[in-house]
């Protein structure tokens, strides 16, 4: 078997045609059937001139592609990011090095066409990513609350606020500044567009297993917008009463009186039984306010994993929450021009990575490196499983206090 990759538009008519072969290819490598009309917010968003397609001759058997994003980082900046995505490959030809060889191609794009510093992406299945040098640098809360254990009357209360429904598809005039102001904070978001916000409300009810369709409920005062949720609620019946599940597609508030307020709106829902929110950051403060803490559910998933295309600016474009000073001896088999001892330093004004020829002070993975790239996995946490080895002695507290973050990172949205 002999696997070529080639840009998806060498080989379709026009666009239209290349938009259906690379939805052919995913959806048969997920065994999904593609519902064309429903894919229109999907084509916006899509780059076609940087998707791939690997073929065993004349057949289509994998694909892949890449959205440009930037992504914020520690500091309030932000740092181009590659964000992979539409990854499969048919059942037929899988561990047989086709998604080596459609990575390889795109990682070769991604640092010397586009000169991104970072690649990133959410991974369908944990185990394969890292194999690629992709280290796990971000996570999300997935919370379920029973309405009769919801009371959360510890929580911040501000008489001043109120709640207004609108329609998803009008909601971005509202939502955006609101996720713009999370994102100076929090690391791991993307920036949206208009293309994307389209895409994020957008609500085919092939998706919606059996729910309504997407409400928005905003949160303000005088002001302006607080904060806002997106949910669809499916109705259940038991002995005659609602028993439904409220499903937050996304709850997002600039400050804890408006959380609260969103919380009590989605908890005191009537004919409900329970709130369903799958993707919060870890640091969500709803755990704080339950009042009975132990009724609820509470599950930490994977997020985002990143791959350092080119180290010196990854670093530049963060800075670290307190002086660091380190050299770090970096192994990376994936992409050679990551590996060797690079001198990590700087401050809360700004940092850098240079590489040296002085002792290591630590020892990992360019995987590790960058799951602590952002704060959202703890360095000494990493030693302790034995994935950070120390040569210099303190010298791994020092650099975990610099690395740390707070608030945790979040992305989003899964692309």
């Known amino acids: 078997m002999t696997i070529e990759v080639r840009p998806l538009l060498h080989d379709a008519p026009d666009e ?36 791939v ?64 510093p970072v690649a990133g992406l959410w991974a369908s299945q944990p185990p394969i990513y890292p194999r690629f040098g992709y280290g796990l640098a971000s996570r999300h809360l997935w919370v379920t609350i029973k309405r009769t254990h919801g ?10 606020l109120r709640t207004r429904l609108v329609a998803p598809q009008d909601d ?42 997407l409400r928005t409920v905003l949160v303000e005062d005088d002001n302006g917008v607080r904060g806002f949720a ?5 109705h259940e019946w038991k002995e005659g009463y609602g028993d439904g599940v409220v499903r937050v597609i996304k709850l997002m508030a600039t400050d804890p009186a408006a959380e609260a307020a969103l919380w009590r709106y989605l908890i005191d829902f009537d004919l409900s039984g329970q709130v369903d929110v799958w993707n919060l950051p870890v640091d969500s403060p709803i755990s704080h306010w339950l009042d009975q803490p132990r009724h609820h559910r509470r599950q930490v998933g994977d997020a985002l994993y990143l791959k350092f295309m080119d180290l010196p600016r990854s670093f530049a474009a963060r ?17 050679p021009w990551n590996a060797g001892r690079w001198r990590i330093e700087g401050d809360e004004s700004g940092a850098r990575c240079t590489p040296t ?28 499983a034995g994935l950070v080895a120390e040569h210099t002695k303190g010298a791994l507290r020092h650099a975990a206090k610099g690395l740390s973050h707070s608030p945790a990172p979040w992305s989003a949205f899964v692309f």
């Open 16 to 51: 239209d045609a290349a938009f259906e072969l690379l939805v052919k290819v995913d959806h048969a490598s997920f065994a999904d059937d593609p519902e064309m009309d429903e894919l229109k917010t999907g084509r916006a968003v899509t780059e076609l001139d940087r998707a």
């Open 53 to 116: 397609i690997a073929w065993d001759g004349d057949e289509p058997v994998g694909c892949a592609s890449i959205y440009s994003f930037q992504m914020s980082v520690p500091g309030g900046g932000t740092v181009p990011c590659a964000g992979v995505t539409w990854v499969g490959v048919l059942p037929t030809h899988r561990r047989r090095g086709v998604m080596t060889a459609m990575l390889d191609h795109m990682h070769s794009s991604i640092r010397e066409v586009q000169h991104e």
């Open 151 to 160: 009371s959360i009357s510890g929580a911040p209360l501000d008489e001043t």
């Open 172 to 213: 971005g005039p509202f939502t955006m500044p609101v996720y713009a102001q999370l994102m100076q904070h929090r690391p791991a978001m993307t920036a949206l567009t208009d293309t994307w916000q389209a895409r994020l409300v957008d609500d085919p009810k092939s998706e919606r297993e059996g729910a309504s369709s």
């Open 230 to 234: 997106r949910y669809a609620f499916k």
């Open 319 to 335: 800075t670290f929450s307190e002086a660091i000073d380190v050299v770090a001896d970096v192994n990376d088999e994936t992409a």
């Open 357 to 384: 020829k002085d002792p290591a002070d630590i020892e990992l993975s360019s995987a590790r490196l960058a799951s602590v790239f952002l704060g959202g996995t703890d360095l000494s946490e990493l030693a302790l």
